[in-house]
């Protein structure tokens, strides 16, 4: 490979890195600014997702024209990038999830809830066939 | 005697019921991550053992530890996963500087809890409905009724009811795109039937 090419994919690279360095860095910024869990979650989860992309791909390019790095190569890379972004949202899920349900949401901050309506509607329901239960 | 041979056919009997536990799909695609993690794919001769012998270790990983299978199983569509994942590769970068930009504005950030109904009744289209939909910024799924096939969406600086029917359409436009990537026939047949009902009330 040329020295051109080479020194344009190290550039490429370098670039890629710093934009996923920056996504990460408005990720932890997100996490102090929003005041409420489901808002954080988003930032916890998210831009990372992407940021962590980039620097995956920055580390690729860079190890491209340098042959036999030893310890990963471009399919370990393909790995860590897939199992990231699939195992990332299930934490996410669980976190909010639990979060909802034990109530540490600010309603305040929620302008349309589709989800309270429906849990709101078992409740009532669950009430009433209790009562209809322990009636004679 | 007799009974060394009644107990070995009991063994031969379990260990063909444990072989029939073994999906190859399933297996191939342990392989190829297998393939993956040993540099499988650089042209040299080891490259055939290394997929041998990954997929003899997703057998007896198969075989030891038994899974339910995948009901109603998927059907890969090559062209269709291309597109779908450029799909959410621009949804991520697009939404990610959306998300950036609603951090750094002042003021208070409101969202909204959506509920969409799903269109085909598959687990698998659903699971991977809520995993691409989690993975791009700005949505967050809450919870999962997975008898009525809903997902409830956190939805990040939705304010409006326009925004709302926006952000479901989102979620919707993302399931059709992996129904048609990986559903079976008639998870599809299914999509469009909703789809065409939903023409028609309009």
């Known amino acids: 490979m040329s020295e051109l090419f080479v020194s344009v994919l190290d550039w490429i690279a370098i670039l890629c890195i710093l934009a996923g360095a920056m996504l990460s860095f408005v990720a932890a910024v997100g996490l102090i600014r929003f005041p409420d869990l489901l808002s954080r979650m988003h930032t916890a989860a998210k831009p990372q997702v ?20 030893g310890v990963f190569d471009f399919g370990t890379l393909i790995l860590v990038g897939l199992f990231q972004v699939i195992t990332v949202p299930v934490a996410g899920h669980i976190a909010a999830r639990v979060g909802y349900r034990t109530g540490r949401i600010r309603h305040d901050l929620v302008v349309t809830d589709e989800l309270e309506d429906r849990l709101d509607a078992r409740r009532q329901a669950e009430r009433t066939r209790q009562n209809g239960g322990s009636a004679p | 005697m007799n009974d060394l041979k009644a107990r070995k056919n009991q063994g031969l009997r379990a260990l063909r019921r444990r072989l029939g536990k073994v999906q190859i799909p399933v297996a191939l695609g342990m392989t190829l991550v297998w393939m993956l993690l040993f540099k499988g794919f650089e042209p040299r001769p080891e490259s055939l053992g290394i997929a041998v012998l990954g997929f003899l270790v997703s057998a007896v990983i198969m075989m030891v530890f038994p899974m339910p299978p995948i009901v109603p199983g998927f059907r890969f569509r090559p062209v269709q996963c291309l597109r779908l994942f450029c799909h959410v ?3 991520m970068v697009v939404a990610s500087f959306q998300v950036t930009a609603q951090v750094f504005r002042p003021g208070p950030v409101r969202s909204s809890v959506v509920a969409v109904p799903m269109r085909t009744d598959s687990d698998l289209m659903l699971v991977c409905t809520a995993i691409t939909a989690s993975a791009i910024p700005g949505s967050v799924i809450v919870e999962v009724s997975q008898p009525e096939y809903v997902l409830y969406v956190h939805m990040l600086g939705v304010e409006s009811e326009a925004g709302v029917q926006e952000s479901k359409q989102v979620i919707l436009t993302l399931e059709e795109r992996i129904v048609r990537a990986l559903g079976t026939r008639e998870n599809v047949a299914d999509l469009e039937a909703a789809s065409a009902a939903v023409e028609e009330n309009a």
């Open chain 1, 50 to 69: 992407l940021g962590m992309l980039l620097v995956l791909l920055g580390i690729g390019l860079r190890i491209m024209p340098v042959e036999e790095t």
């Open chain 2, 89 to 91: 590769l621009g949804k």
